[in-house]
C-alpha cells in the first residue's frame, strides 16, 4: 500500500506543469505569434489560452515573474524529444584508447605509436599509453619514464597530460587527454 503511494507521489510530480498546474499567481505571457503579452494573472493567461484551443505552458520558472507560451502541448513537447535527441546524436563521448609498447622500441615502431595516439586524440578520445615490462626489465622503469616524458613532448601540440607517468604492477601507464 505505502509503496503504491511513493509510485503516485514520483508520477504527480514527474506531470508537466501546464494550464492548472501552474503555481504562480501572476506570469509573464506569451502568445501564440511569439509576442509577448505583458504581465497578467494566471486565471487571465488560462482563459486566453482555452479562447486559443491551446494550452498553456511554462517555459521558464526561474525569472521574475515566470514566463508562460500559449502553444499546442502535444507539438511543443514532441519538438522538445526532436531537439533533445538531436543533441544526443551529436554528442561524443569520451572513450579510452590504448597504445602499448615496450620500453625498448625502436624508432619506427614508436612513430607509428605516435601516430595511432595522434587519430585518438583528433577523434576526442582519451590515450592511455603503456610500457609493459618482463621479467627484470622492471629495474629500468627510469627508461620507461623517459620514453612516456617524450611521448607527451611529442604530442603536446594536441594533448595534455590527465595522468602522469605511474606503476601499475608490470606496467607503467600515462594519460593524454585532447586539448579543448
Known amino acids: 500500500m505505502l509503496e503504491k503511494n511513493r509510485n503516485f507521489k514520483k508520477k504527480t510530480n514527474e506531470l508537466p506543469i501546464i494550464n492548472e ?3 504562480f499567481p501572476e506570469i509573464r505571457l506569451i502568445d501564440v505569434q511569439g509576442t509577448q503579452v ?3 494573472s494566471i486565471q487571465d493567461a488560462l482563459q486566453s489560452a482555452r479562447n486559443a484551443g491551446l494550452d498553456l505552458v511554462l517555459i521558464s520558472n526561474k525569472s ?3 514566463v508562460c507560451r500559449i502553444v499546442d502541448y502535444g507539438k511543443y513537447k514532441f519538438n522538445q524529444e ?5 543533441a544526443r546524436k ?4 569520451s572513450t579510452l584508447k590504448e597504445v602499448k609498447m615496450r620500453y625498448k622500441i625502436e624508432e619506427h615502431d614508436y612513430q607509428v605509436r605516435i601516430s595511432q595516439a595522434l587519430r585518438f586524440l583528433q577523434s576526442s578520445d582519451k590515450v592511455k599509453a603503456t610500457i609493459t615490462f618482463r621479467g627484470r626489465e622492471i629495474q629500468h622503469a627510469n627508461l620507461a619514464i623517459e620514453l612516456l616524458q617524450k611521448m ?7 594533448a595534455e597530460i590527465q595522468q602522469a607517468p605511474s606503476r601499475d604492477g608490470k606496467n607503467m601507464v600515462m594519460i593524454l587527454t585532447p586539448k579543448k
Open 82 to 86: 526532436k531537439k533533445a535527441k538531436e
Open 21 to 23: 498546474r501552474i503555481p
Open 38 to 40: 505583458g504581465i497578467l
Open 90 to 93: 551529436k554528442q561524443h563521448n
Open 152 to 158: 607527451a613532448k611529442d604530442l603536446e601540440a594536441v
Open 64 to 66: 521574475n515573474p515566470p
